[in-house]
């Protein structure tokens, strides 16, 4: 009797089927253990930690909540100088205490260059821009952008946006007296921005204010618009970079992208064509940084197009999207606190009448010390990023307990030292006062603009734009409140951003 030695069909199933199980299991006992390893890192240091889910780590709250809101409450379950986090499974170090703050930002700044975002290669405007690219580069660019931020440029650029301001002042009147609107704020004042910048990054003269087509509104409703998917996006970007440049996501959306790309060029071309140069602006910078990047160009180099570019890209999203935000709360707070408002009224129409014309310049404004605090309140309570992060490049000793290792992601919480007790007793309380007196910032206890060599480059920029707005704003008009005080912010947003864009109603004075 011959035995066939040829399994059926149905056996080689139920064989394939087992494997198939086996493997699955084997793969899922693997992948605990990994986890379990992983999300054991804070627990065999000693450190406090926010306890992780698996795969998410402490990311279960996003597209739920905001980045802004789980700093918030961070520091109120973890009131700690520094604890461990995990995004998705890596392990990050939140520091909380502006002593510790200030030794990773400024002292010792040569362990932490980097910042830990990143877009990957294939985004070549959002990895290249000055807020994202990693050293040396990065320390290249600083220092060739840094003209554009000089005290007798800014003096020419707050004329613009005075002349901005005034169309601002018409515009409310229009839309939102005549027709008694009120207003979304985030969006009529990224419009005031938005025209300000056309002018200053591509020399185009246009307003979207008074309600002339302009191809920087086009670019900046698509950067300031958060939906779903950019909040996915910049989430990954920000928090965990590797899926973000595996999934090939863009720090700027590809309207933008492209937008800026055809403008760009298109503003370039013309001003070869007829030979004209507008030294005030920068394009004009930009195109000499090309110039400079393709003289010394080396193997494996960034295009140098591509970084221009990125820079272009970055100064619209950065002019626009934190100013726009700022004077949104700005306007919320003091509608909320009306003895402010009269307080700030009387500072700036003295100022006009001591000055005899009705629009303050750039030293005019610099000299209203209470409308500095007012706007330093505002950004002590909202600013605009509520952490900042830093990439640990050798091991460093944090103190005696705790040693930083080299690649760990280290992430300052901002509101928990702008909420501080030791710093800013009743810091739940809007107090512009508290800034009249002298708060030494060098220690790193107000921290909006970031500190130490990577700061934001563009502070005092962003500063004057939001004065020249708000001055003319408050000398026309009252600011009642139409909200509750308690705002929503942004679910999908990594910037700060308010739910809704916040609202006030303008009474004319």
């Not at 300000?196 to 591509?202: P, Q």
């Not at 937008?259 to 140069?277: L, P």
């Not at 209470?370 to 600013?383: D, G, V, W």
């Not at 790193?444 to 004065?467: H, N, S, T």
Request: proline share 5%.
């Amino acid at each position: 009797m011959l035995i066939s030695t040829k399994m059926d069909a149905s056996e080689i199933a139920r064989l394939f089927i087992r494997s198939l199980i086996g493997v699955f299991i084997g793969s899922f006992i693997l992948l605990c253990l990994y986890f379990r390893k992983t999300y054991n890192y804070w627990k065999d240091r000693g450190i406090i930690y926010d306890k992780p889910i698996p795969i998410l780590g402490n990311l279960g709250f996003i597209m739920r909540r905001s980045v802004w809101d789980y700093c918030y409450e961070l520091r109120k379950r973890y009131p700690n100088d520094y604890l461990g986090i995990f995004l998705a499974w890596n392990p990050v170090l939140v520091v909380q205490s502006p002593e510790l703050a200030k030794n990773i930002l400024i002292k010792d700044f040569d362990y932490f260059p980097n910042r830990f975002l990143y877009s990957g290669y294939s985004d070549p405007l959002g990895s290249l821009n000055l807020f994202t690219v990693r050293n040396p580069l990065w320390k290249q660019l600083r220092y060739e952008l840094s003209p554009m931020f000089t005290s007798l440029r800014l003096k020419k650029i707050t004329e613009l946006m005075n002349i901005n301001a005034t169309e601002l002042v018409k515009k409310i009147k229009r839309d939102y007296i005549e027709k008694n609107n009120v207003a979304n704020l985030k969006e009529l004042f990224s419009m005031y921005t938005s025209d300000t910048v056309a002018y200053n990054v591509f020399g185009i003269r246009v307003s979207i204010l008074s309600d002339q087509p302009s191809p920087l509104w086009y670019i900046t409703s698509h950067m300031v618009k958060w939906t779903f998917r950019r909040g996915l996006e910049f989430t990954m970007i920000f928090f965990v970079p590797l899926v973000a440049a595996l999934l090939r996501f863009k720090f700027f959306s590809a309207e933008a992208t492209d937008y800026v790309k055809n403008i760009f060029w298109n503003v370039a071309k013309n001003r070869k064509e007829v030979e004209t140069k507008n030294e005030n602006d920068f394009v004009n910078l930009l195109l000499r940084l090309k110039n400079k990047l393709n003289d010394s160009a080396e193997p494996g180099s960034p295009s140098a197009e591509d970084v221009i570019l990125a820079q272009a890209a970055v100064f619209i999203l950065g002019s626009i999207e934190t100013s726009s935000t700022t004077i949104a709360f700005f306007l919320h707070e003091i509608a909320h606190h009306p003895e402010v408002q009269e307080k700030l009224f009387n500072e700036i129409s003295e100022a006009v009448k001591r000055k005899g014309h009705d629009i303050l310049d750039y030293n005019d404004l610099l000299e209203l010390k209470y409308f500095a605090a007012c706007i330093n309140e505002t950004l002590r309570m909202h600013p605009p990023v509520a952490y900042l992060e830093r990439l640990c490049a050798k091991d460093y000793k944090l103190d005696d307990s705790y040693t930083i290792e080299t690649g760990t992601p280290v992430f300052i919480n901002v509101l928990a030292i702008h909420y501080n007790e030791k710093y800013y007793p009743e810091s739940e309380k809007f107090r512009p006062e508290r800034f009249m007196s002298d708060i030494d910032t060098s220690n790193a206890v107000f921290l909006p603009f970031g500190e130490g060599p990577r700061f934001c480059i563009g502070k005092r920029y962003g500063l004057m734009q939001v004065k020249a707005s708000l001055a003319q704003v408050l000398l026309h008009y009252k600011i009642e409140s139409v909200l509750p005080y308690k705002v929503k912010t942004d679910p999908y947003a990594v910037i700060m951003a308010p739910m809704d864009g916040l609202s006030v109603k303008f009474v004319p004075r």
